[in-house]
């Protein structure tokens, strides 16, 4: 893999910030179709083009009990 | 000689990196010029996050990190400011740009970070704090700002103060060109294409000329930020400096030979298929150089070589196209068939025509100079010329009305021109930013900063300065405009004006010290340096 220094200039700096594997750079093909389905999903959003994160999200149906 | 780190925030984060920032890329050039050490860390391109910025942060001994941009880029210059004193507690951090410009002391107050401020253009006074520097370091001279044109900075009690303008320079040609070589081309290269024509939307490798600085109009949405002789510094009310704009104007433009040359090394070296003039209003200089830029211009342009064949064959464009396209900025009252034909010859594809509104009361309040009759036309003399135009729509201005965007909206059917209009917004530097500044204030509950970090996205309807709408029914405009519906906007109508008597405006005007409407015009320096 290509080493890409961040830093551009006229000397050489004392330390080099090369780039780490960025987990992005190397997704999966599974990975990358989802990426892309966000993108374009998010891109055309309206009427039934919804797009849902997927996070740890959970509800145990309490926060309603107060009310009864 | 000055150790310095550049740093471009990022901006637009919703969009790919497009533009190499041409004013910290300039600054770089003339740094260099004269002799100072300097890299670049472009975080817009990069977009690699705040560990990686520590590391560059931590790269090198820097003297100065220097930091810049729009107010747009505010929120990320906050953040890498932080991150800069926190790795760097004893590097000078200096600021500049059209962030700091707009409101010099609020962003001193924000921003305990920043060292010093250059305020206005830059182009004179950066060499200048480098070289105090220099001499700083060399012969132990204290540092002394006070007599430094251009600038804010700190008492050693931390307390800002902002010092005189600095004169405009008279030469744009005495600039050197920007300092490409270090910024990640390819990156660029790779978002190369523009949605705007043919040409531009097949570019393999576009890059940005700004060829002139300034722009005649008072449009009331508009900022300069003193890089064209717009902006005074004088004591306020309290008896401190303060920055004042105004409708004064330095126009200043560079020469076509100055321009090709540059386009000419840029495609020799990089090989680029287009050029984008960031330019505020081509057609302003046209017609301040009484029409000889723009024509002078296209035929530097073609007898450099750089006309690309479907022009010079009068064929079509298509992938084996050689030469340089190019696009840029114009005016619906400005321009002239004349000229748009010979910008066609030389290889431009398409102009960006702020028309904002079809509405004759709207258009007279902005200070465009322009008519509905004027931007309907205009559409179609740059068609006729074979160039496309992109035609910017605003709503939301604080006359609008129901009947102004149905103006609007009957237009856009008329001409077959299809947008999702953005809103009227008050950026810092404009008429509007002081005119409603208490009104936006109280929307943002006394929290003006939240206000400016919330300009970053472009997308985001933010404070409403329309005198009738609330966000809610702009929101509801906007799809309006954008499905150009007649039928849905009279329904609204029909609705809301039931419920007017009850609505009271969110937005109302009132003067300002920082916005002087006259033409008090800032100083040209006699000679440069």
Known sequence: MEEKNVLKGNFETKKKVILEENPQDNLTNSQQIAKDLKETVLQALGGSMVYVERTNLSWDGNSDKKGE | MVKILFINPVIREEDNPKHIPYGIALL??????????????????????????????????WDIIAIGGLTTAFGYIKKACKIVRRINPQTFILAGGGFLTSMPREIMDWMPEIDLGVVGEAFVTFPVVLRMFDEHKLIKIPLDFQKTLGIIYRKSNGTPVLNGVRPNIPNLDALPWPAWELFPLDIYFANSKLLFSEESF???????????????????????????????IEE???????????????????????????????????????????DENM?????????????????AWIAAGLQPTCRSKGIPHDDSCKGVHWGGTSHATLHRKESLEHMFKAGCSQLVYGLESFDRDILKTLGKGSTREKNINSVAICQSAGINPIPNIIIGFPEETFESIRNTITALLELGIHAKPHFATAYPGSEWYYDYKDSIIEQYKGNLEAYIADLGDATKITATISHRFSAMELLGLQKIVELRDLRLLELTQIHWNEADQFMKPLATPKTSFNMVKKKIQAPLAKVVG
């Open chain 2, 236 to 278: 306020n009310e309290d008896g401190i400096n303060d920055v004042r704009f105004t409708y004064g104007r330095n126009i200043r433009y560079h020469s076509p030979d100055y321009i090709v040359n540059m386009v000419q090394y840029l495609r020799d070296t990089y090989d680029i298929d287009f050029i984008s003039f960031i």
């Open chain 2, 202 to 232: 097949t570019s393999k490798r576009r890059l940005d000329v700004n060829g002139s600085l300034g722009c005649n109009l008072i449009c009331r949405y508009c900022w300069h930020l003193g890089t064209t002789g717009d902006m005074v």
């Open chain 2, 283 to 299: 057609m302003t200089m046209d017609a301040y150089s009484k029409r000889t830029w723009i024509f002078d211009l296209c035929e």
């Open chain 2, 28 to 61: 770089a050039a003339i740094a260099i010029n004269d002799g100072h050490q300097v890299q670049v860390y472009d975080a817009n391109a990069w977009r690699k996050g705040d560990e990686v910025l520590e590391q560059v942060c931590a790269a090198d001994d």
